[in-house]
């Protein structure tokens, strides 16, 4: 007994067959496609958030003509950058902060919503070396936490706190880097257990700061409850500061700039 197996072409599929002299099988039925769910299939507004992510990754495009139209520094005038994410950006253009960032003082907010630290590390030359300040104050790492930009390892992290503090100094600009701010959960990304890594990355930064003399800026203690989450009052959905939350966090940064420059 010959047992032979060949192939036959239908329809550009290929089928195989097998028999005993000339008895072939039947070909299995082709699968039929499996229908993408509706919820994930990408609106046209995310597919367009995704191809301006994509085209501007860093969002240099943010302050580019704010950066240009910024006239340099006074004679004697000591600039100072705050340099973050959300939390940042918010403070002084959130309703109800307006009144809370540093009236008077030459001090310039360039922070982006939902950035990540090696985000701020691309835009780092334009958003705060090409302003000549004076200091700069960075607040950042939530994110990466967060994973906004992809998973992280804590070594990523400090990795970019690194570059962006020899970048500054290089420049002949003063660091003061800022603990992150208490999160117990991300609203938009729930369960990721931020608190403990939080916890230990204001620990390395603060041993960072200490092994460079580097300011470190602690908004952590005054802000934090016995969970590692924004007190009440504090927070408007547990990680973004109120008005009373950056009024706690004013007179810290203001003290760590004078410290760092000196009173005036």
């Known amino acids: 007994m010959k047992v032979f197996v060949r192939t036959v072409l239908l329809g550009c599929v290929p089928f195989l067959t097998a028999g005993v002299y000339g008895q072939a099988t039947a070909p299995a ?3 039929a496609p499996v229908p993408v769910p509706a919820a994930e299939t990408a609106t046209a507004k995310q597919i367009a958030a995704m191809q301006a992510k994509l085209a501007d990754w860093p969002q240099l495009g943010r302050y580019r003509d ?3 139209a910024l006239a340099p520094a006074a004679a004697g005038e ?3 950058v705050f340099y973050g994410d959300s939390i940042t950006d918010g403070w002084g253009r959130k309703a109800g902060t307006e009144s809370t960032f540093f009236t008077g003082k030459p001090y310039v907010n360039r922070g982006i919503s939902g950035q990540t630290t090696p985000q701020m590390v691309v835009r780092f030359r334009q958003d705060v070396i090409n302003l000549h300040p004076a200091a700069v104050v960075i607040l950042a790492g939530t994110n990466d936490v967060a994973g906004n930009t992809g998973p992280m390892t804590p070594e990523m992290t400090e990795d970019n ?9 290089a420049n002949g600009i003063k660091v003061i880097l800022a603990s992150i ?7 938009w990304k729930p369960g990721m ?8 990355l204001n620990a390395w930064l603060k041993e960072y700061c200490e092994q460079n003399s580097y300011t470190y800026l602690d908004y952590y203690t005054a802000l934090t409850d016995d969970k590692g989450g924004m007190k009440p009052g504090t927070s408007s959905d547990g990680v973004h500061p109120t008005a009373q939350g950056y009024a706690i966090m004013e007179p810290l940064a203001q003290a760590a700039i004078d410290k760092t420059l000196g009173s005036k």
Do not use: C, G, H, W
């Not at 257990?193 to 230990?200: G, H, L, M, N, T």
């Open 193 to 200: 257990e931020p608190a403990p890594k939080i916890r230990a």
């Open 181 to 187: 701010t208490p999160a117990f959960d991300y609203p």
């Open 161 to 169: 706190f690194r570059s962006m503090a020899d970048l500054a100094k």
């Open 78 to 80: 000591q600039r100072v």
């Open 66 to 68: 704010a950066n240009a």
């Open 29 to 31: 039925p082709a699968t």
